[in-house]
Every structure is written in C-alpha cells, then in structure tokens.
C-alpha cells in the first residue's frame, strides 16, 4: 500500500551547522509533497512544496529536494537555529479522488546551541 | 498563524461517550480535512470535506462522521469512543480538490479517552 518513511527518527546538530531530514515515498502517482514542521503542542506548520515536474525548490534557508527515479525526498535546513527544533514530516498527495495527504513518522531535529 | 481554528483545544471524555470537534478554515478555503494524530505518529486521514459534501474517507470506521456547513466550517463527530480514539485530531483547510494545493493546519484538539 501507500506507505511515506523517514530513514532517520532523530537527529541532533549544532546551532549554525546545515541540518538535513531524509523521506522515502513508496507511491510512484504522487505528484505533490510537503514539508511540515509540528512544535510540541501544535498543529503542523507548512514550510515548503514540490511538485513531482520539479527536482529541486528552495526556500527562505530550506531547499527540497525531489529523486523520483529512487522515489526519495530530503529537506535541507541551512544555518540550523534552536528554533528549528520540531518534528518533521514529509507528506505526500497521493491523487486520486479524495485528495489527502500521507504522512510518515517524523523525524525529531535536536539544536544543541 | 494560519487562519485555521479549532475548537476546543482540549477534552477529557469517557469511554462510550460522545464528542464533537470544530473547524474553521482558513479565509477563502472550501475544503476541510480531518487527520487523527496518535502521540508519537504522523497524522493520519480520516475524511474531507468539499463545498458540505463528504469527498473521501480513509480507514476510520462509520463511528467517525463529520459535517461541514455553508461557510465552509466543519465538524467531526466520533460515538462510542474508546480508549484507542485518544489523540491529537487536527482538521487543514484549503483551496478546491487539485491535488497540488497546499493544505493548512490549526492547532489540533487534544482528545483523552478515560
């Protein structure tokens, strides 16, 4: 079935170093995905898209990038800040006629200042 | 801040009882979903919403329904809670059915299940 992972369940780095957070998507009809941050406490926080024509999108410090050919998505967090701590999840829209969003796991980005 | 409430932010009910969980979407959305997040686990889908029609379900049983009104709020309605139903329920709005529109979160409702 549809099924989006995280290689990694937690990460740890230093304030200032790049942080990156790896996703595998198993449903090759996916056309668009996202990637959210959720704080402890709150909803999930949109921070950048893709969509499957693209292979790169950058942001203001993030940049997702998109491998279709291993069905692989990362999301890039340049100059990481204590305030990127959160969970972050990869989602993907699977299409079809309801349109919703699978989730993986997570992954839990520690900042050390 | 997305624009995206619900209410209340938290519940304590009893196994067996009723509950009700509100939405508004985000100014100039049409669409609302509902997702389900267990502690520890990415959300997960339970039915949208489109202009008060119900446009898709996943693999909740028929004890979760939900509504959604003329100027687009939504509500999702679980009976006969359990135990299991304990979780963060978080409902996203957004713009028509492509599949390429961004969907926006609010902050969730924390359900406990006693």
């Known amino acids: 079935g549809e099924s989006v992972g995280l290689h990694l369940p937690t990460l740890s780095v230093q304030e200032g170093d790049n942080s990156i957070i790896n996703c595998a998507y198993s449903?090759?009809?996916?056309?668009?995905f996202i990637w959210y941050k959720q704080e402890s406490g709150k909803g999930p926080q949109f921070i950048i898209d893709?969509?499957?024509?693209?292979d790169k999108r950058q942001g203001q410090r993030v940049t997702v990038l998109l491998n279709k050919t291993v069905k692989h998505l990362s999301l890039q967090i340049a100059a990481t800040q204590p305030g990127d701590s959160a969970v972050y999840f990869c989602?993907?829209?699977?299409?079809?006629?309801?349109?919703?969003?699978?989730f993986g796991k997570g992954t839990l980005l520690t900042v050390n200042p | 801040e997305t624009g995206v409430t619900q209410s209340p932010t938290h519940l304590i009910k009893t196994r067996g009882q009723q509950v009700t969980l509100r939405c508004s979407s985000q100014?100039?959305?049409?669409?609302v979903s509902w997702y389900q997040q267990a502690l520890g686990q990415g959300p997960q889908f339970i039915f949208q919403y489109y202009r008060e029609e119900e446009n898709g379900r996943g693999n909740f049983p028929p004890r979760f329904s939900g509504l959604q009104f003329p100027n687009y709020s939504s509500e999702l309605n679980v009976n006969a809670l359990e135990l299991d139903d304990s979780a963060l329920y978080l409902c996203?709005?957004?713009?028509?059915?492509?599949?390429?529109?961004?969907?926006?979160f609010g902050p969730g409702t924390r359900l406990l299940v006693l």
């Open positions: 989602a993907e829209n699977s299409g079809g006629s309801n349109y919703k969003l699978t």
């Open positions: 100014s100039g959305h049409n669409t």
């Open positions: 893709i969509r499957s024509n693209m």
């Open positions: 449903n090759s009809a996916s056309d668009y």
């Open positions: 996203a709005s957004s713009v028509g059915l492509a599949t390429q529109e961004t969907q926006y």
